[in-house]
Every structure is written in structure tokens, then in C-alpha cells.
T-cell receptor, first 112, second 116 residues
Framework: GENVEQHPSTLSVQEGDSAVIKCTYS??????FPWYKQELGKGPQLIID?????GEKKDQRIAVTLNKTAKHFSLHITETQPEDSAVYFC???????????FGKGTLLTVNP | DAGVIQSPRHEVTEMGQEVTLRCKPI?????LFWYRQTMMRGLELLIY????????DSGMPEDRFSAKMPNASFSTLKIQPSEPRDSAVYFC??????????????FGPGTRLTVT
């Protein structure tokens, strides 16, 4: 089955700095890569996604990149703010079995 | 619009007791997923339904776990008998449907289960 590795497990940045979280996946049949943000005591919330036929996607301060050849994708957050502090999960979706496989998560702390 | 609703939010029970977790998906969504989250194993898919029919239950850890979806607006996850290692946060998620946008999953707030 699919295996998604996520790094780093924790990340601490100063407000205004950029944050980068990286993931790799194993199954070349995966074709959709969402990112979720989970705040304390809440369920994961979809914040951005990228399809396998796209290399990069941006939404305000958030961007995702995908390298299908290398099987890795990344989340970039610019101009970080304290409210960006949360656990971020990457995931890979395989159309053939409709399953999302999640990475283990990254605890991002933005220090004011 | 109301999101995915789960109840109870917290459940504390003794080993051996039956536990039932409940979920109401987003209205109009045809797919429903149950996940378990622990520090050690992260987010694991237990089972998912499409149009109220279980499609894949390969993630259900043991026969002690069972899930039902009697109609489009309600699902239950039952653990009988419960064990301390079942302690986790259980999430329900729904999506527009496997034929529409199966990858867009919307999560509920979760049920934190503690088995003593």
C-alpha cells in the first residue's frame, strides 16, 4: 500500500519567517495530494491540494509544489503568523481504492 | 452550513464495556469515513462507506470493531468489548462522493475515547 513520510515532525519559526514541510510518497498511482491543518481539539481541515498534473499551486501565503518523478511534495507558508501554529498533515490519494494515506504530521509553532 | 457532527465529544469507559460513537455527515455528501488518531500511528482509516454501503473495512483492527450506516445522515462505530489500547481520537469525515470528489474529505471535531 501507500506510504507517506513527512518531515520535520516539529518546526519552530519566528513570526514573519517562512516554513517548509516536506513529504514523500511511495505509490506512483497516487494522483492527488491534499494538505490538512489541525488545531488543538479540532478535526483536520483541508487547506490546499494539488493534482498530479500540476507542479505548483498558490493560495495567498500558502503554496504547494509537487515533483512526481521524485515522488515528493512540499507545503510552503510565507510570512507566518501565530495563528498558523497547528499540526499540518500531508496526504496522498489513490484513485483506484479511494483512500487517503496521511503523513504523521508536523507541529508548527510560530513564535511572536 | 453545518459541518460533520460527532457525538459524544469525550467518552470515558471501563475496559470490557461497549462504546458507540456517532456521526452525522454533511448533508448531500455520499461518502463517509471513520478514522482513528493516535500519537504512535497517526491518522488511520478504519472503514468507509459510499451511498450507505461499506466499501472497504480493511482498516478495522479487530472483530471488536463494527460500523454501520443505516441511512445517509447517520453512522455509528461500535467497539465491543473495549480495551485500553482502543484509547484514541476517532474522527468521522464525509465527502461529496466517490464519483464526484472523493478526495475532498471534511472532518468532524472527533470523539476522544479513553478506556480505563
Amino acid at each position: 500500500g501507500e506510504n507517506v513520510e513527512q518531515h520535520p515532525s516539529t518546526l519552530s519559526v519566528q513570526e514573519g519567517d517562512s516554513a517548509v514541510i516536506k513529504c514523500t510518497y511511495s505509490d506512483s498511482a497516487s494522483n492527488y495530494f491534499p494538505w490538512y491543518k489541525q488545531e488543538l481539539g479540532k478535526g483536520p481541515q483541508l487547506i490546499i491540494d494539488i493534482r498530479s498534473n500540476v507542479g505548483e499551486k498558490k493560495d495567498q501565503r500558502i503554496a504547494v509544489t509537487l515533483n512526481k518523478t521524485a515522488k515528493h511534495f512540499s507545503l510552503h507558508i510565507t510570512e507566518t503568523q501565530p495563528e498558523d501554529s497547528a499540526v499540518y498533515f500531508c496526504a496522498a490519494y489513490r484513485r483506484s481504492n479511494y483512500k487517503l494515506t496521511f503523513g504523521k504530521g508536523t507541529l508548527l509553532t510560530v513564535n511572536p | 452550513d453545518a459541518g460533520v457532527i460527532q457525538s459524544p465529544r469525550h467518552e470515558v469507559t471501563e475496559m470490557g464495556q461497549e462504546v458507540t460513537l456517532r456521526c452525522k455527515p454533511i448533508s448531500g455528501h455520499n461518502s463517509l469515513f471513520w478514522y482513528r488518531q493516535t500519537m504512535m500511528r497517526g491518522l488511520e482509516l478504519l472503514i468507509y462507506f459510499n451511498n450507505n454501503v461499506p466499501i472497504d473495512d480493511s482498516g478495522m483492527p479487530e472483530d471488536r470493531f463494527s460500523a454501520k450506516m443505516p441511512n445517509a445522515s447517520f453512522s455509528t462505530l461500535k467497539i465491543q468489548p473495549s480495551e485500553p489500547r482502543d484509547s484514541a481520537v476517532y474522527f468521522c469525515a464525509s465527502s461529496p462522493g466517490l464519483a464526484v470528489a472523493p478526495y475532498e474529505q471534511y472532518f468532524g471535531p472527533g470523539t476522544r475515547l479513553t478506556v480505563t
